[in-house]
């Protein structure tokens, strides 16, 4: 077995294995609210670095217990008192981190749930789906606890929710959930029952995808975002000339000209 996917070889992470190559990938620190340590983010590195390598199809990232996510471990950065130039350091190793989901090319759907606060906010944001529950809360509460955002809400965050709203969630703690939440774009689903469910039911559908051209919607469009319009245009059309043309393609096409695929239909009620 591939140690990326070995759930032996992590122990901040629990790893569970799914049909056609979906992967459950979850926080497992229940007890401090799956706070992110130094450990944590060095795990999601190595698992998001191999994973498409390693045959991973789509993933649901989740967290044990009833949060997603808390944020930065504050008393692990207590503790440490670290030096400017440490911080530094730790911030690149979360950009790491998450640029490896965001770019990768796997898709991500992200079950939330409980609090997705701080860092676990920036965590989910670099997921490429979102679905939230109920429980679910969202908030940046960096400017109460007397420290900055680190790990990309200046960019992720402001990216989905506009500059400054995000400037306001970090000045003044201010708290999203429900359908407002969902309005604002922190998530894309708002579900009554279990947000697992409906985020597995999503990537099982994602993992049926080819994979090159899941791997082009879930790298090229992030890149091609930070590009202008016209790079933005023509690399569109390089990497659309590849995946339209991939050998894989031709019989899902061929389906289509015969009138056997399925066709998109309106959602029923």
């Known amino acids: 077995m591939n140690d990326v996917v070995n759930p032996d070889t992590y122990e901040r992470l629990a790893l569970t294995a799914h049909d056609n190559g979906l992967y459950v990938l979850s926080l497992n620190r229940p007890e401090k609210r799956n706070a992110l340590d130094v450990v944590t983010i060095e795990e999601l590195i190595r698992f998001f670095s191999g994973a498409r390598i390693a045959g991973v199809k789509a993933v649901v990232l989740a967290g044990a217990g009833d949060h997603f996510c808390a944020g930065l471990d504050?008393?692990?950065?207590w503790k440490a008192d670290r030096s400017a130039d440490d911080f530094?350091?730790?911030?690149?190793?979360?950009?790491?981190?998450?640029?490896?989901?965001?770019?990768?090319g796997v898709p991500i759907i992200?079950?939330?749930?409980?609090?997705?606060?701080g860092g676990g906010l920036e965590l989910a944001s670099a997921a490429h789906v979102r679905v939230m529950d109920d429980t679910t809360y969202f908030?940046?509460?960096?400017?109460?606890r007397g420290i900055f955002t680190g790990g990309g809400a200046t960019i992720r965050v402001s990216d989905m929710i506009g500059?400054?709203?995000?400037?306001?969630?970090?000045?003044?703690?201010?708290v999203y959930q429900g359908q407002e939440a969902v309005d604002l774009g922190l998530a894309q689903y708002l579900v009554e029952?279990?947000?697992?469910?409906?985020?597995?039911?999503?990537?099982s559908k994602v993992a049926q995808n080819l994979p090159l051209t899941n791997f082009a919607i879930c790298s090229a469009v992030s890149h091609m975002n930070n590009m202008s319009g016209m790079d933005a245009a023509y690399a569109e059309a390089f990497v659309g000339?590849?995946?339209?043309?991939?050998?894989?393609?031709?019989?899902r096409l061929?389906?289509?000209?015969?009138?056997?695929?399925?066709?998109?239909?309106?959602?029923?009620?």
């Not at 992200?110 to 606060?117: P, S």
């Not at 029952?193 to 990537?203: H, I, P, Q, T, Y």
């Not at 000339?241 to 019989?251: C, E, H, K, L, W």
């Open 110 to 117: 992200a079950a939330l749930k409980g609090a997705v606060v």
């Open 193 to 203: 029952g279990s947000s697992m469910d409906k985020a597995m039911e999503l990537a």
């Open 74 to 77: 504050l008393v692990e950065h």
């Open 254 to 269: 061929e389906a289509f000209a015969n009138r056997t695929a399925a066709r998109v239909r309106p959602n029923d009620g």
């Open 241 to 251: 000339g590849i995946v339209n043309t991939q050998p894989d393609a031709r019989a």
């Open 88 to 104: 530094m350091h730790v911030c690149l190793r979360w950009h790491e981190a998450f640029n490896k989901m965001e770019y990768g």
């Open 139 to 144: 908030a940046l509460p960096e400017g109460q």
């Open 163 to 174: 500059k400054y709203r995000m400037i306001d969630m970090v000045l003044t703690g201010r």
